[in-house]
């Protein structure tokens, strides 16, 4: 199969057209707007080079469109497991409070996992009727969720 052609569908969709050098039979693909996001997000080029690949093109066109390095080296997925706690507003009182010790322990959380830990292990605790975290609801939230 050879590509044809791609034409834009909508904002978000692509149609991709292929075709049999031998039978002359065509194919088409439309995508749909997260895979239409994906291919643009990852830099891909529909239909192929018209030029030999250079070394490292991919590397130097993520350094060029990327501008800041705002954030480098940190977990890409710890803002979207943040999101998904209720944010708590500054007006409302923290319901659990933490010791230094489990707060230095919830540190060694990895990034990705935390806010979610943290959520769950607040959780634990309100249920127990405690108002704050210390090692040993770690211990216990520890066994329960490494079961």
Known sequence: M???EVERIREESLG???SCPTCGNRISMVTNPGETQLVHALGVKLGGRTDAPQPLDLTRETLRSSGSTAGAGECPFSDV???LQEPRKDS???GVEWTPEARARL???PDTV???ARMMIEQ???QKGCR???ETLMDEAKEKFME
């Open 2 to 4: 050879l590509f044809q």
């Open 16 to 18: 991709v057209t292929f």
């Open 81 to 83: 497991v943040a999101g």
């Open 92 to 94: 409302e009182p923290a």
């Open 107 to 109: 540190e060694r959380v």
């Open 114 to 116: 935390r806010p979610l």
């Open 124 to 126: 634990m605790a309100l």
């Open 132 to 134: 704050h975290v210390d």
